[in-house]
Every structure is written in C-alpha cells, then in structure tokens.
C-alpha cells in the first residue's frame, strides 16, 4: 500500500543551497531511469552483503601436483576420534547415502570415475562434524522507542533530506548465543604415496544435526568447485 506522505514527498522540490547571486540554477526531478538505476544498485549492495554472508569455501593443497594423472578414485573408510558425542551419528549409512551421489556427481562432471577394477588413483574420505559454536546477533527492534534516522543525500546540486521511520527500526541491541556449526571436509589421497594432495571444507549452521548430509550435500558443488580439476564442457 502507498504511503499517504509519498505523494507530497514526490511533489515537494528540493531546496537548493549555495546558489550563486546572479546565477540561476535549473534542477529536475529524478526520471524514472535515474530512479530505476537506483534500485538496481541497491538490489546489488544487498546481493553482495547477502553473499558476503554465505559460507566459504576453505582449501588447503599440496604443491607441485599433476591432477592429470588421476582418473579413478575409490571410498575409503575412516574413524575419526572426537570428543563431540554427536560424532558416531554423523557418520551413518544415512549419510553415506546422501553425500556420497552428490560428490560423485560433481566428480563426474571433471571425469573423475570409481575405480572397478584394481588400485584406484585416489583415495577419497569425508569427515562431518556438528559442533557448538557462538555468533552475535541483533536483537529486534522495539516497537515502543520511535526510531527516525534522517540522513542527508545530494542530487544535481541539492540537499534532499531522507527519513525511512515508517518502515525501518534499528536493532533494540545485541546479543550472544550458541548453535549448531556444522563441517563437511573432503580429502583426496594419492593412493600411490598415501598423501594427502587436496583438502575442501564447508561449514554452516545446522538445525538438525541427524540430517546434516542432506544439508551438506547441496554444498558439494560448492567445494569442487575450488577443484584443481574443472568441469569437463
């Protein structure tokens, strides 16, 4: 619904400051380009403080190694000791499930295959893990403080006052609390040398730590990306 103020703040014109004497200045109200271009730039600050937000990606690799040489690739099994008591659940036939067709997908798009017959050329292994962790966030804004932030911008010349008190409320303040951090790590072994070669991780929140696979399979992609070996066209 529009706001009974927009159309008098669409007719009021800005005041111009600073006017030299003698000289006459001409201003125009914003054209629906200027307007348009805008938004547009504003939907892109958003989109970049969005992605800015979303979880990286984080590769560590051993130097000097021709992924050329690997074609094949077979899963080998892991234990991993951890003191975090939900560790024996993430790793399931469950998750097996879910994760392992994701990541052998994306293996498959670089040409990467299991091996069905003698030594593969890599050994592939993933950890899981949920932990606790800690984050700050904003508390919501209290509806009985009125809040009015006017700022000032300059078009063309002019100082146009800008107030967004209908719709915008700072936060009422801060605060810490914990919840669950889950961890996908992929590691890829040379099965010659038993080194490690590559390693890709991925952490997010996670709400149900019993269907972390599931979350974590849609960040597969996400982590091969990073791959030295690329999608094949």
Request: aromatic letters at 10%; one cysteine or more.
């Amino acid at each position: 619904m529009r706001s009974p103020d927009c159309g008098r703040a669409a007719a009021a014109r800005p005041q111009p400051i600073g006017r030299k004497r003698g000289r006459r200045r001409t201003y125009h109200s914003p054209t629906a380009t200027d307007m348009q271009r805008h938004s547009i730039t504003a939907l892109l600050l958003l989109l970049l403080g969005w992605l800015g937000a979303c979880s990286s990606v984080n590769v560590q690799e051993q130097a000097n190694v021709d992924y050329a040489q690997y074609r094949t690739y077979a899963w080998a099994e892991t234990e991993v000791k951890t003191d975090n008591t939900q560790g024996p659940a993430l790793r399931s036939q469950l998750q097996d499930n879910v994760l392992r067709p994701a990541i052998e997908g994306e293996l498959a798009k670089r040409g990467l295959t299991p091996a069905t017959t003698g030594k593969p050329d890599l050994y592939l292994t993933y950890h899981l893990y949920v932990e606790q962790a800690e984050r700050t966030v904003a508390n919501p804004p209290n509806p009985a403080v009125p809040i009015s932030y006017p700022y000032l911008v300059s078009y063309r010349g002019a100082i146009i006052p800008v107030n967004y008190t209908r719709w915008y409320q700072a936060p009422s303040g801060y605060r810490t609390e914990t919840y669950q951090e889950g961890m996908l790590v992929l590691d890829f072994i040379d099965a010659r040398s038993n080194n490690m070669i590559w390693r890709g991780s991925v952490s997010d929140a996670v709400n149900n730590p019993a269907r972390a696979g599931e979350r974590f399979a849609e960040s597969a992609r996400d982590i091969l990306d990073k791959f030295p070996v690329k999608e094949q066209k």
